[in-house]
């Protein structure tokens, strides 16, 4: 039997480790991409609006708006004023608008795109939605 050939180990070594850094490197940059695709695909519909007693014209405060089977959602503040912001992929979704003392109102969040001014939607609601 003819003995092994020698073999310079640290060499090896290196060239593995080469090998390794080479790969890390291009997962971070294939990472870096993902990234910067991921956020140029991600659009969102942001609602500026007010809910106001439709007799009284004032804010009504503490009223929830959410999108409907999810945990997307807000509430009025003291003026009747919210911003709520809503993934792209939620536009052919349902707003729910709810306050204790006012009947629950669902309203399609398309309607807040395509309308700045929407009057006479709330009826049963009382009040009605000005989109800035």
Do not use: W
């Amino acid at each position: 039997m003819s003995p092994l050939p020698k073999v310079n180990k640290n060499l090896d070594v290196s060239l593995i480790n080469k090998q390794i850094m080479d790969t890390m490197l291009r997962c971070k940059i294939l990472l870096v991409i993902l990234i910067l695709l991921s956020k140029i695909s991600a659009t969102e519909i942001v609602i500026n609006a007010m809910i106001a007693d439709s007799v009284s014209q004032t804010g009504i405060p503490n009223v929830n708006i959410f999108i409907y089977q999810t945990s997307i959602g807000t509430i009025t503040d003291q003026d009747g004023r919210f911003r709520l912001v809503i993934p792209e992929r939620y536009k052919n979704s349902q707003l729910v608008i709810s306050h204790i003392a006012y009947p629950l109102k669902m309203i399609p969040v398309v309607e807040f795109e395509t309308n700045k001014l929407i009057l006479g939607l709330m009826v049963n609601l009382g009040g009605y939605f000005v989109k800035k």
